[in-house]
């Protein structure tokens, strides 16, 4: 089934119901199925899509976002969202990996691509514009072409290559994801609201689904801070919502903090490491109405998870333990922990994670070498270490693709040293992350410059931001002689990591 039926279906039985609400004020069910009829009619027509074409989506979360996604699905073509923070290079780039066709931007996003500065980009219309209105004018189309096995959304990870990959998700791994939120995570129905502070790029875009299918008003807020977020909590009942660790910590932190959070029904967390203390302080605060999710873009939102009812049960023997964990595998998922040749490890044991279900991703976009490498007999090599204890909890370890996590968005390494790598003074260079109390991780870079030579972090600064997203430069360099390595000349992070170790930054 094309998942923009579910959106059909809702605005038959409940077209006065809230759909999206922003600043921009309440669109009800029935006008968004007219919207979005209208969008995949023009798609198709004007714009001369056929099935499968691929359209990026450049937005920030802005009411337009919900009403193009659902559009491009009724036209039977395969929408690619991109994280709106990343630099104009990155942006072009996924756009000609994918081979947009066609892309639907927001004004500051189209300015951002009007930067890139090298490649041909696709046709860019832009919301708010004439081109954008014209869209709305399509002839409606109300059946949607193909079925479950149809390519829905190319949701690009970053890989240790140092260049984007695009997992390639189609309508049944989005539905099991939808199916599998209604199982662990939440009931939800009309008088539901989700709340989008979080990028509609990414997870909270992916949870809209379940919510958009039982008629339930996703509210989007003009700001992510604390006190928005608060403020919404006040506004609105049977809130879910969802948010990385450091968001949940900025909560924590607020002066808003203790203040009236009966609205909150379900708050969902995941993207990076949840430190003990923030999630026993959480729980404090808000009661059971965590929820823990462990996924990848590869098997979105769905592979382990800690439900509500489980962080309630304090009298649980295992209750520290599940503090400590990703919680057990989801429903209708399978998980274990395997060695180097994919034999599963005894309870206890330390290994890479492997999961199986009909969320994991069809494979890497036009790269069936990465596919291949990550997909064997079925089962999605994760990168990420953990051990399974007796009771089925998982615990994560460790990230063996040295992955930092830094405010909920993912970081490699290899993709900052190879940008640091082409400043003439430096000879090599390694990234890492450090601890920080606010971010989780940020990045430090070590480098080693050319003999005489002094370049000087505010020019490797400038070198960054003039070739990636802002959030991916280093936050500090260590200028330094040379860099550990082993006998085979390969560079020991490990080693410069323990250097950083007695050292966290203040929020």
């Known amino acids: 089934m094309n998942l923009s039926i579910t959106l059909?279906?809702?605005?038959?039985?409940?077209?006065?119901?809230?759909?999206?609400?922003?600043?921009?004020?309440?669109?009800?069910?029935?006008?968004l199925e007219d919207r979005v009829a209208r969008i995949a009619g023009a798609l198709r027509g004007r714009h001369g899509?056929?099935?499968g074409a691929r359209?990026?989506?450049?937005?920030?979360?802005?009411?337009?976002?919900?009403?193009?996604?659902?559009?491009?699905?009724?036209?039977?073509l395969t929408a690619v969202p991109i994280n709106a923070r990343l630099h104009a290079k990155e942006l072009a780039f996924i756009m000609a990996n994918s081979e947009a066709r066609l892309a639907l931007a927001s004004p500051k996003l189209a300015d951002t691509l009007g930067g890139a500065g090298e490649g041909a980009l696709p046709p860019v219309v832009v919301t708010g514009s004439g081109d954008y209105d014209r869209l709305l004018g399509g002839d409606p189309v109300s059946e949607a072409p193909g079925g479950p096995a149809d390519e829905a959304w190319l949701f690009y990870?970053?890989?240790?290559?140092?260049?984007?990959?695009?997992?390639?998700?189609?309508?049944?791994n989005l539905l099991f994801m939808t199916h599998a939120y209604y199982a662990d995570a939440d009931w939800v129905g009309p008088t539901d609201v989700r709340l989008h502070a979080a990028p509609l790029s990414h997870g909270s875009g992916l949870y809209a689904l379940a919510h958009v299918a039982k008629g339930a008003n996703n509210v989007i807020l003009a700001s992510a801070e604390p006190d928005a977020i608060y403020d919404a909590l006040a506004r609105y009942e049977n809130v879910a919502m969802f948010a990385a660790p450091t968001t949940v910590s900025r909560l924590l932190q607020s002066p808003c903090a203790g203040g009236d959070t009966r609205g909150l029904k379900t708050l969902c967390f995941g993207g990076g490491p949840m430190y003990v203390a923030d999630l026993t302080q959480a729980l404090e605060l808000f009661g059971p109405?965590?929820?823990?999710?462990?996924?990848?873009?590869?098997?979105?939102?769905?592979?382990?998870?800690?439900?509500?009812?489980?962080?309630?049960?304090?009298?649980?023997?295992?209750?520290?333990?599940?503090?400590?964990?990703?919680?057990?595998?989801?429903?209708?998922?399978?998980?274990?922990?395997?060695?180097?040749?994919?034999?599963?490890?005894p309870r206890g044991e330390v290994g890479e994670v492997v999961t199986k279900s009909d969320c994991?991703?069809?494979?890497?976009?036009?790269?069936?070498?990465?596919?291949a490498a990550a997909i064997r007999d079925g089962w999605l090599r994760t990168g990420d270490m953990g051990a399974m204890s007796a009771e089925g909890l998982l615990t994560l370890k460790d990230?063996?693709?040295?992955?930092?996590?830094?405010?909920?968005?993912?970081?490699y390494p290899r993709e900052v040293e190879e940008v640091l790598l082409t400043h003439p003074d430096i000879v090599e260079a390694a990234v890492v992350g450090r601890l920080h109390a606010d971010w989780g991780e940020e990045v430090v870079a070590f480098v080693v410059p050319r003999p005489g030579a002094a370049p000087g972090a505010p020019a490797l600064d400038r070198l960054c931001l003039d070739n990636i997203a802002r959030f991916k430069r280093p936050r500090s360099y260590r200028f330094?002689?040379?860099?550990?390595?082993?006998?085979y000349g390969k560079i020991l992070k490990t080693e410069l990591r323990r250097t950083l170790e007695d050292e966290r930054e203040p929020a």
């Not at 077209?15 to 069910?29: H, K, Q």
């Not at 330094?480 to 006998?487: D, F, Y």
Request: proline share 6%.
């Open 289 to 345: 109405r965590l929820f823990q999710l462990y996924g990848q873009g590869e098997s979105p939102m769905t592979i382990a998870g800690v439900p509500k009812a489980m962080y309630g049960d304090r009298a649980s023997p295992y209750h520290e333990a599940l503090l400590r964990s990703v919680g057990v595998a989801r429903t209708g998922v399978a998980v274990k922990v395997v060695d180097e040749a994919g034999r599963e490890l």
């Open 157 to 172: 990870t970053s890989g240790t290559t140092g260049r984007p990959k695009g997992a390639v998700l189609t309508h049944r």
């Open 55 to 76: 359209v990026a989506i450049a937005m920030e979360n802005r009411p337009e976002y919900l009403e193009a996604l659902y559009g491009i699905w009724r036209a039977g």
């Open 49 to 51: 899509l056929q099935r």
């Open 8 to 31: 059909r279906t809702v605005a038959r039985c409940l077209p006065e119901r809230p759909a999206v609400t922003s600043e921009a004020g309440v669109l009800s069910y029935g006008a």
């Open 360 to 371: 994991v991703m069809q494979g890497y976009w036009a790269d069936p070498e990465a596919t």
């Open 399 to 411: 990230r063996s693709k040295d992955m930092i996590i830094s405010g909920g968005s993912n970081i």
């Open 480 to 487: 330094v002689a040379a860099l550990p390595k082993n006998n």
